[in-house]
Each structure stands twice: as C-alpha cells, then as structure tokens.
C-alpha cells in the first residue's frame, strides 16, 4: 500500500484506539518536540488551547492507523516550528523592529481563483511571496542571497514529492519554492495540514472556527518580521500574503496587519463548494477509516457553514473598510489575469509594470508539465446550485458584488485554487 493511500477497512472494535488522557498526550506532543530541538521554552500558552483539542482527535476511532500516526507527527513538527521560532526571537529581540512593508493579501473562499492570483501577483519584479520551504522551515531565517538555493527547498520538496499521483495533486499542487498559504507558517497549532484537517478533526475544528484567532496572527506578524529580517522585499517593494482560510478572520488580520490590502476573489460559491468537497475527500481519505465527507449531507451542512461564515465576514468588513478591499471577479482573473492583476495593483504603492509576458510565461510553463492538469469533471459531489443559492447569506452576497452563476465550470490550467 501506498503511503498516501486508503488503509482496507475494519471493524469498529478493531479500529477503536486506547483511550489516552488527552494532558497525557499533549504531554507527550511537547516533550518529542522539546528532545528533537533542544529547546524547552513554549511561550505563552494559548497555543495549548487548539493543540489539546488536536490531541483529542486523535482519539477518535474513524482514524487509521496511517492517519493518526501522520497527525500526530504534524503536531509535533509545528510545536518544533513554534520552539526554534521563539529561540530565534529571544536571540534576536531585532527581528520585532524589522519593518513590514505595504501588504497585498489574497482571500476569500477556497477554490475561488486566490492561488493563481498569489502566482501572478508574485510575478510583479517588487513583490515578495513566501515560498512553502521558507513557511515550514523558517530557522534559520532565511536570506536573500541563498534563498534559490537553500538546502531546504530540497528537503520539503522530498516530502511533497511523495504526493505524487495523489488526488491532491490534480487539485492543489505546491512545489517547495513555489507561493504558499500563511497558515503553513503559523506557529500555535492552528496551521496543521494547512487547515484542512479540520474535516475529521471535529473537536480541532470547533476551535479553530469558534475562538478568537488573534494571538496566533500576531505570533504570525513576528514570523513575517523573521522571513523579512534577512530577505527583504526590494527596494520600494511589496509583500504578497495569501490565506482563504482567514476570511472568516479578516478584520482581526486587518487589525494586526495594518499594513495590508485585502483582494477577495469572488467566485460561484456552488463551484467552490463542488472543488472545495472535491479536494477535502482528496486530502482526509487516506486518514480515516470512513470518509467524513461522503454524501450523506454532512458534506453540504459543513460547507455551507464555512461558506457563509467567511462571506459574511468579508461583506462586513468590505464595509467597514472599503478602502482597504479589492473584490476580484473569478472569471475575469481566469480569463485575463495579468490585466486583473494590473487592475489589483491600481493605487497601491507598487509601480507600473507590463506583467503580460511573465504570466504567459507562468502559465506557459504549468501547461508545459509544471502543474498536473486539474480534473475534466468533478460532477456536483452532491450539490444543489440552486439549493446552494437559496441561502440567503450566500444570496446576499452574490447580489452585492455581482457574483454571477457559473453554470459551466470554468476549466483549464489557469482555473485553479
């Protein structure tokens, strides 16, 4: 059996894990991290909040062995992550003077286009994105003269080579140097798997989705400083962050990221739905016994829920602030993305640059082979368009910023996450 592959099923009683105190296992989770880093000082502890409902899931009989062995060494990897951190700020109190610079910060739903604007948006000769190797290995800081030749772009690209042939790939593929989702870089137990184990982790994702973020955005802010303090945007430049999974969050990132520009790509909330349940039975199949995202409507309650709490967030802070947001149509930026870029740039102090040839050239290269081609049909994976824009959050929203239905889905290698 393939590392990335579903285990064969058994029984309830078979599965059924000994019942370990979940203190005993958070215990454990640092203790690991401490001996494999050397390092013994946590910070403060709202982190244990998030990393001891982690620990609960891990309890849960619906896991396989695989998947709850490969949980648990996330947890332990992002508690590394948090621990060399601190030590690096504690060496280097500096690194909270560094300055952060103007902030292009792509949100909005999953599967609504924010991937492919990251990439075009990065393209811009004065931006910076923080590439996947730098987010999950960011000690040492990483500097400007080796960052295309770190030693850690190989190591992390092994372990997303692994990968390869899974579903995952077709769906939401990011090599090591390649722009990557902040979450990936936070450090208080809220990054894990990019998120999006929170569909079998049901305790975690109650957390995640109930408790007031903002302590680990603001540990987040420190870790920007760190990726800046030796590998700064260019002179006059920009930063390019990009995370869908803080839209339900945005006015407390605004709040600890004064300096961003919010760019929300809008697009058919059902396509996204129909992508986004695509993608999460991708990623959580080889974890549990019993997928949870099967079609029994579990799939429609859980995404409708994480749908409409993050555009109802996004439409009140769109008006609470509407100088600091770009609304971004999805089929304008699939069929014409360096001008939406361009149009995204307009007024932010970034200078005028012809981006048309560097975004030939990205997706020149993707369909070259730089990207696996994303599935021909992913069908409705149990979806209603109607029924979805029957909501009235998702109605309201649609009608506020011209979200029009998209009726055919919108394919092609630049019609992506």
Not at 399 to 412: K, M, N, S, W
């Amino acid at each position: 059996m393939q590392p990335w592959q579903r285990p064969p099923d058994r029984s309830s009683a078979e599965r059924r894990p000994r019942a370990v105190d979940p203190r005993a296992a958070v215990d454990s989770i640092l203790q690991e991290a401490a001996r494999s880093t050397g390092l013994d000082e946590f910070g403060d502890d709202w982190f244990l909040g998030p990393l001891t409902a982690w620990a609960e899931d891990l309890q849960r009989p619906n896991l396989t062995d695989f998947g709850r062995e490969f949980l648990r060494r996330l947890a332990v990897r992002d508690v590394a992550r948090r621990l060399r951190v601190l030590a690096t700020l504690r060496e280097h109190p500096e690194i909270t003077d560094v300055p952060i610079p103007p902030i292009l910060y792509i949100t909005g739903l999953e599967r609504s286009g924010t991937t492919l604007l990251h990439n075009v948006l990065a393209l811009h000769p004065d931006a910076r994105a923080f590439r996947r190797w730098e987010l999950m290995e960011p000690v040492p800081p990483p500097e400007a003269a080796t960052a295309g030749t770190d030693p850690r772009i190989g190591k992390v690209q092994a372990a997303v080579d692994r990968l390869r042939g899974s579903g995952l790939e077709a769906m939401h593929w990011v090599n090591a140097d390649d722009p990557e989702e902040c979450v990936w870089g936070y450090v208080d137990a809220v990054s894990m798997l990019g998120q999006s184990a929170c569909l079998c982790m049901p305790t975690w994702r109650r957390v995640l989705f109930g408790t007031d973020l903002g302590p680990a955005f603001r540990r987040y802010r420190e870790v920007v400083q760190l990726l800046l303090w030796k590998h700064p945007v260019p002179p006059g430049g920009f930063l390019v962050l990009k995370a869908p999974q803080i839209a339900g969050s945005i006015a407390s990132v605004a709040a600890t990221f004064p300096e961003a520009r919010f760019v929300i790509t809008d697009r058919d909330p059902f396509r996204c739905m129909v992508s986004m349940a695509a993608l999460g039975e991708a990623v959580v199949d080889p974890f549990c016994i019993e997928n949870p995202l099967t079609d029994d409507g579990r799939r429609a309650r859980m995404a409708l829920e994480f749908a409409t709490v993050k555009l109802e967030a996004v439409s009140s802070f769109t008006t609470s602030a509407p100088g600091r947001v770009v609304h971004v149509p999805y089929p304008a930026l699939v069929a014409h993305p360096a001008a939406v870029a361009e149009q995204v740039l307009e007024g932010f102090p970034a200078r005028a640059v012809d981006l048309g040839p560097a975004v030939d050239g990205f997706l020149a290269a993707q369909r070259a082979g730089g990207r696996a081609s994303p599935p021909s049909d992913l069908g409705t994976m149990g979806y209603e368009h109607d029924a979805v824009w029957a909501d009235p959050v998702i109605q309201a929203y649609c009608e506020r910023f011209g979200i029009v239905p998209e009726r055919t889905r919108l394919t092609g290698i630049a019609a992506h996450s």
